[in-house]
């Protein structure tokens, strides 16, 4: 169709014709500028926000942030801190756990989920709707599920039970599993539903080799399915896992970091420090440790990938 | 009938013959027990929540989490939605639940669209560095929010938009972006690259192939997308306060002003019907669309 | 006739891998060219290197004698049918054949007579308001290539248009795309890894290997007159025996059987020493046809594949595999001694080292 | 039917002075959103809505949230006309970034600095001869709560001293009585302690270490300090660890506890659910022997408005918060005391007397801690005294060192 190539041919041509590029990369400016909020978002937000997070640190800022520099005094501090050292150590345990159950619950969810069942849309609604409360209603409503002379401990030994005891928030060395409980809660049907559709996206014929091979269902599942559904899982993985490197208001819900700091967590440091405590430049240099596994496992993830290419490539 | 004479359990044939009989397995009951069980336990607070907020503070008092108001009362509901006092104004959430639907309705399109364009970029129209650019944005996913307030109220203050209703939708965007853009990568990168290939061959550019062949295919997955920013923007506490400005803000800001304080005893059924209040929003969106959500899913962000 | 695409010096790189390697190519007006190799070969890149679906590292490319190497897919004049149909699940098959013409803001009318037009060549009518979605694979490829066709250009590219239909729909096809082009006398680019659509449909064959290709010929000479190993074994079904010997003048001798005299073989160079001799397996001829042919061969049936239409047989010669070709009516049994013979001018010589042909 | 007609004369108002005149809004932030505290900071608005302005109300629940908010939105260039904050330290840094409303001129004509009393109150406000925030009442965190039910119950008269209510603790506890109640928040925890260590170093022990950084004689007294603290910890409740403070008053309102230690606005509390202090509930000023009162309060700060009318406006309200009227009304409902003395106190109960009477004194001053201290500092004694309190496995020696190297670090 000439009228076509014709139209558009001198425009389709661009001004680096006028020297004689045999290697050209072409330069997509509407898909730059298509994501243009993207770019200033990534770059203006995110790239200068930790940056000068990372600066700050290396500050004595107080209630807003300056530029006096105090070299590392701010993660001597940190480092010797003994709520930060459980912030840490917390917020490992409740990510392992949270996310180990999660995502255990959440496979089982769906694989009992994928039988067949009846009524398979209530039960779906039923899994997901915590999901659709906020955290912060979440901690309230199971900080009231716990208390123990209104909660759930009230009412068994108010019917018989005495000796019934249900209520980790109190104690210190349980707490920080109720509140793991209570993250599981909200979160586990998104996990029942991301692996629901990584089982049904599952090829039917791998199920008819199983049969046929009479492997039992449940090692199917386990062995032969769940293999499969990397992306699913993965999908999971970094929801769940932005989900605990900012635990923050589920915790302040249900414990305010207690008893005592048995509870506290990074992220609530963080905030405490750059809000009310007024000391900036020790949230920032919180911040800045916070970070740096995220950044060391995307670099290795980017690395990876990098090499998986070149690998690919050669081949 | 003359068969009704035989015994049922005579056989006709020899062997197996016809369907295969159904019957409950032991493993069924157990697939129902598990799914039984697990249920009970994500309704429980629900319905201690409503059953709470359904009773008056005496009877609350008693204990008795789990039973059935023995004194049916509507009040705390009528309170915690029109007269609890938030401050020196006693309308309760009513106000600020215009101001939330306002802001989830402006703050959920726009990053929505923001974030398909990006993830229709980084699937097909990738540019020299645009990969980075995304290893920063999922990066930024794990950013605590409140890391990055402080230099995005002097950007927004900069540009005028700092406490304004355009200030708290850019905010949504910026936040909303990595993970929307993630989903939306995951699922135009699932499309077959021979239909954008048509596309261009056909002559639609950059936007032609976006709104006319992507925008149309990308329904199921822009459903997921929906209810997770409906239910993200809605519950959203701190940027609402902070970058919402007075007259916008939302209503969990009074949800807060009304659960977190109270002299003399809690009122828990007020807590309660307020609670339910606040969340019913994205709770009607999840039962009305959670077939979909599994479906979206399905469609796209599931494929790694 | 005038050249209708030319490919000049084209080379593409992903990164440090060179896909495709100082490759020229022309093709004349309304010539049917068929891009045939392994998976891996190329054949697919060069064919989105034309569409402009790829931006090439180096060289040229041109189309109705204008240098369309920078223009834009839509701008040089081409069609293109896809693997998997790549139909917009959205629109009807109506809109999916218009949907270019509209992008291009063509008046209603124009629009109207093209798609009217395509679809009665391709029989697609009834289907015009349905969605992809109700139709069936092979319904869908006769509307990806209606989407093409309303394009009204001078070139069509195929890439792997029947790949994904079953054998009775692709054959079916196959002779369809052939009427298409005996209709409309446009040039045609046709990528496959399939031989028999290559020589079915093809004026000219270019088989690839490796980003490079390796003959350029009609499907006559590609057959008879493979230029190197890859060629020959590439095309033919039952591929052709190679028999490995050396030659010596015109002697060829085989390791444990003797001398074959390749008298009136036309050697294209003459190179002594290890060599590969190359015939296929329905040149050779079995009982008393074979006692007419310069060379004759005693040996015994070792596995009989009938095929209904005729009988593939394995052999040996000097402890080397040898297939022949039978007519099915011939009885055959393993173990039992045969004679077959051939005629050494319609077999192929190649030098073993470098595999070329001589 | 109430909040009917409420809602009608709040509409009927706001009509009416929307009709008068009114120079200028002026938005407030502040957290004061519970019944009593709101019925307090309607005293304000009122007064202020009458001459002509215009009260914009922001509450906030939380003073952590309210204050965060108020200084982003000084940082967003949006600053709020007026902002309550607790005296302390935090606001330092905007009056030297210049960002607070002068209030000099209006403090020297109106004579503030001799009117407000004590003068721990008014140097949270009066930085280097210069007025920066308008101090509004003073609470004191020197009391304890008692139920007489309670005791009565147990059989034992009231507490003398804290060692006679450890005497009687298990007496309590016997009787199926929370002994001393309790909430988990670490404020809380590190308030009850600073009353403790304040009554058992006395006023200038206590000034020596928080003030002058004391590091001997903190290595010397308060090993005694965290050794009782522990005592009392084992009289509290399990359900102590997860309690806000109003629900832990309650228990004592209640007569479901014995005892709890808390500032005077745990008062309100009693006065809502109907008990008379001296016959439900004792209210006793801590040391007994020897009573203080702490000079904590809320103050607001009036940062910097472009716009002259509404600065003029600040100026006014700054003026009728410290008014004898206003001072008055709002301290009667906000069951604080006035900063100053010339007010008419005389609807107050008896333990804010007793109160008024200890304050007459200076002598019986216990200037806030953080006056002293920085709120990171403070914020560290809190999660020390607060993890101290949740693991009994810490001993006193470890908690005495990290406080110690506490107070050595403070800024």
């Known amino acids: 169709m000439s009228q076509v190539a014709q139209g558009g041919g001198a425009a389709a041509v661009p001004a680096s014709s006028a020297f004689p590029v045999r290697r050209r990369r072409k330069f997509n400016y509407q898909s730059v500028l298509g994501t243009l909020p993207m770019i200033i978002t990534a770059i203006g937000v995110f790239v200068i926000c930790i940056i000068f997070s990372v600066i700050w640190s290396f500050t004595n800022s107080k209630v807003f942030p300056n530029f006096n520099f105090v070299g590392l005094a701010q993660y001597q501090r940190l480092w010797t801190t003994d709520r930060w050292l459980i912030s840490v150590q917390n917020v490992v345990i409740f990510g392992a756990l949270s996310m180990v159950f999660g995502m255990v619950f959440g496979y089982l969810l769906a694989v009992f989920m994928d039988q067949r069942i009846k009524q398979e849309d209530l039960f779906r609604s039923i899994f997901l709707y915590p999901f659709a409360m906020s955290l912060v209603v979440t901690g309230l409503v199971w900080q009231w599920m716990f208390d123990p002379n209104l909660g759930i401990q009230a009412a068994v030994r108010q019917i018989g039970w005495t000796s019934f005891s249900l209520a980790p928030l109190v104690n210190k060395e349980t707490a920080l599993y109720g509140v793991v409980l209570g993250g599981l809660w909200n979160g586990v049907g998104v996990t029942m539903a991301i692996m629901l559709a990584g089982l049904r996206g599952v090829d039917a014929e791998i199920w008819k080799a199983a049969k046929v091979d009479g492997i039992p269902t449940w090692k199917t599942y386990l062995f032969i399915v769940l293999p499969m559904m990397r992306g699913a899982i993965a999908t999971a993985f970094i929801l769940q896992l932005t989900g605990v490197v900012r635990v923050f208001d589920i915790v302040i819900a249900m414990t305010q970091g207690g008893p005592g700091i048995s509870t506290q967590v990074p992220a609530i440091y963080v905030i405490q420090h750059i809000t009310d405590r007024a000391n900036v430049g020790q949230g920032m240099a919180a911040a800045t440790m916070m970070l740096l596994p995220v950044l060391l496992l995307i670099v290795v993830q980017g690395l990876l990938q990098w090499n998986a290419k070149r690998k690919q490539g050669r081949a | ?304 | 006739m005038a050249s209708s695409v030319s490919i000049r010096d084209l080379s593409l790189n992903f990164g440090n891998v060179k896909v495709l390697q100082h490759l020229d190519l022309e093709v004349e007006q309304g010539e049917f060219i068929v891009l045939l190799g392994p998976s891996g070969c190329g054949k697919s890149t060069l064919l989105n290197c034309i569409a402009g679906l790829l931006d090439v590292s180096d060289g040229q490319i041109h189309i109705t004698g204008k240098n369309v190497t920078w223009a834009e897919p839509s701008e040089r004049g081409i069609g293109m049918v896809f693997q998997s149909y790549a139909l917009y699940p959205q629109m009807t098959v109506e809109k999916n054949l218009s949907f270019g013409l509209r992008v291009a803001r063509m008046p209603k009318d124009e629009i109207d007579k093209r798609v009217a037009r395509a679809s009665e060549i391709l029989q697609i009518q009834p289907l015009l308001q349905r969605k992809p979605v109700e139709l069936s694979g092979g319904q869908r490829q006769r509307v990806a290539i209606g989407r093409a066709l309303v394009r009204d250009v001078e070139v069509y590219l195929f890439d792997e248009p029947l790949s994904n239909l079953d054998a009775k729909l692709r054959s079916d096809l196959r002779v369809e795309i052939k009427r298409l082009h005996q209709r409309l006398k446009n040039t045609m680019i046709y990528v496959t890894h399939d031989q028999i659509e290559a020589m079915t449909l093809a004026d000219r064959i270019a088989i690839m290997k490796n980003g490079i290709i390796q003959q350029l010929d009609d499907p006559h000479t590609i057959y008879n007159k493979p230029v190197n190993l890859f060629v020959a074994g590439f095309i033919g079904s039952p591929s052709m025996n190679f028999i490995n010997g050396t030659l010596d003048g015109s002697n060829f001798t085989v390791p444990g059987y003797g001398v074959i005299p390749l008298s009136g073989y036309q050697f294209v160079a003459q190179k002594n020493g290890s060599t590969v001799l190359g015939i296929r397996p329905e040149h050779i001829a079995l009982g008393e046809d074979a006692r007419k042919l310069p060379v004759q061969i005693e040996t015994e049936i070792e596995i009989v594949e009938p095929m209904g239409s005729d009988t593939i047989a394995w052999t040996k010669i000097g402890g080397q595999a040898l297939t022949f070709r039978a007519a099915a009516e011939v009885a055959l049994a393993p173990g039992q001694k045969v004679l077959i013979g051939f005629e050494p001018a319609r077999g192929s010589v190649f030098e073993s080292e470098s595999g070329n042909r001589i | ?411």
Not at chain 2, 69 to 94: H, S, V, Y
Not at chain 4, 54 to 76: C, P, Y
Not at chain 4, 305 to 321: G, I, R, Y
């Open chain 2, 1 to 304: 009938m003359s068969t009704n004479a035989l015994p049922l359990s005579q056989p006709i044939v020899d062997g197996p013959r016809g369907a295969k009989p159904k019957r409950i397995t032991p493993a069924r009951i157990g697939v129902y027990a598990f799914l039984v069980l697990s249920a009970l336990f994500f309704l429980l607070p629900l319905w201690v929540m409503i059953v709470t907020s359904l009773k008056g503070m005496p009877e609350i008092r008693l204990g008795h989490l789990f039973n059935w108001p023995a004194e049916l009362t509507f009040d705390p509901w009528i309170k915690a939605w029109d007269t609890a006092c938030t401050g020196r104004d006693c309308n309760g959430l009513k106000p600020g639940f215009w101001n939330s639907v306002k802001i989830t309705l402006l703050s959920v399109p726009v990053s929505i669209v923001v974030a398909m364009i990006n993830g229709y970029a980084l699937s097909f129209w990738r540019y020299k560095g645009s990969e980075l650019l995304f290893a920063v944005l999922i990066f930024g996913a794990f950013v605590p929010y409140q890391v990055v307030i402080y230099p995005l109220i002097i950007g927004l203050r900069e540009v005028g938009l700092f406490a304004t209703l355009p200030g708290i939708v850019v905010v949504h965007t910026i936040f909303g972006m990595p993970i929307l853009t993630l989903l939306y990568r995951n699922f135009f990168a699932s499309l077959p690259a021979e239909l954008f290939k048509a596309g261009r061959v056909d002559g639609a550019g950059f936007w032609g192939i976006f709104f006319r062949i992507m925008l149309p295919m990308s329904v199921p997955i822009t459903i997921v997308a929906v209810i997770l920013q409906t239910t993200g923007i809605w519950n959203d506490f701190l940027f609402g306060t902070v970058f919402a400005g007075r007259e916008n803000m939302p209503m969990t800001v009074q949800l807060n002003n009304i659960v977190t304080t109270t002299t003399g005893i809690r009122e828990y059924n007020v807590n309660m019907a307020a609670t339910i209040l606040t969340a019913a929003v994205p709770l009607v969106v999840y039962f009305v669309s959670g077939k979909w959500f599994v479906r979206g899913i399905a469609a796209g962000a599931v494929k790694g």
């Open chain 4, 1 to 411: 039917m109430k909040s009917l007609l409420s809602a009608v004369a709040l509409t009927a108002a706001a009509l009416m002075s929307s009709t008068a005149v009114h120079a200028a809004d002026v938005e407030v932030i502040h957290w004061w959103t519970s019944g009593g505290e709101q019925a307090a900071v309607s005293v304000f608005a009122r007064e202020f809505d009458a001459s002509g302005d215009k009260w914009v109300d922001t509450a906030i629940a939380g003073g952590e949230n309210a204050r965060s908010a108020t200084l982003q939105r000084i940082l967003g260039g949006d600053p709020p006309g007026a902002a309550q904050f607790n005296p302390g330290r935090q606001y330092e840094e905007l009056i030297a970034g210049g960002q607070l409303l002068d209030l000099t001129a209006l403090a020297e004509k109106e004579g503030w600095e001799k009117l407000i009393r004590p003068a721990s109150i008014s140097s949270a406000c009066l930085v280097d001869g210069k007025w920066w925030c308008v101090p509004v009442n003073i609470h004191s965190w020197n009391w304890a709560w008692a139920s007489t039910a309670a005791f009565k119950k147990a059989g034992v008269e009231l507490p003398t001293s804290f060692d006679d209510f450890l005497a009687k603790a298990p007496k309590l506890k016997e009787a199926g009585i929370i002994p001393f109640a309790i909430g988990g928040e670490s404020w809380q925890i590190n308030g009850a302690f600073g009353v403790l260590q304040t009554s058992l170093l006395g006023l200038e022990k206590r000034e020596k270490i928080l003030k002058d950084k004391d590091l001997e004689l903190a290595k010397a007294e308060m090993p005694a300090v965290f050794t009782k603290w522990r005592e009392f910890k084992q009289w509290s409740d399990e359900g102590a660890a997860n309690r806000n403070w109003n629900d832990t008053t309650n228990l004592v309102v209640t007569d479901q506890a014995g005892m709890q230690i808390m500032g005077d606005w745990a008062r309100g509390e009693f006065g809502v659910a109907g008990k008379q202090p001296g016959v439900d509930y004792a209210c006793l000023a801590l040391p007994v022997d020897a009573p203080t009162v702490s000079t904590g309060g809320d103050i607001f700060l009036f940062p910097k408005q472009s716009d002259p009318a509404v600065e003029e406006a600040q100026l006014k309200l700054a003026s009728q918060m410290i008014s004898p009227r206003v001072q008055a009304l709002f301290n009667n409902a906000k069951g604080s005391m006035p900063v100053r003395d010339d007010v008419d106190m005389s609807l107050a109960d008896d333990c804010m007397k007793k109160g008024l009477e200890i304050i007459k004194n200076p002598a019986n001053i216990a200037e806030d801690a953080g006056r002293w201290l920085s709120n990171d500092t403070t914020g560290q004694m809190n999660d020390l005294v607060a993890q101290f309190w949740s693991d009994d496995t810490m001993t006193v020696d470890a908690a005495v060192a990290k406080y110690v190297e506490i107070l050595q670090n403070a800024d």
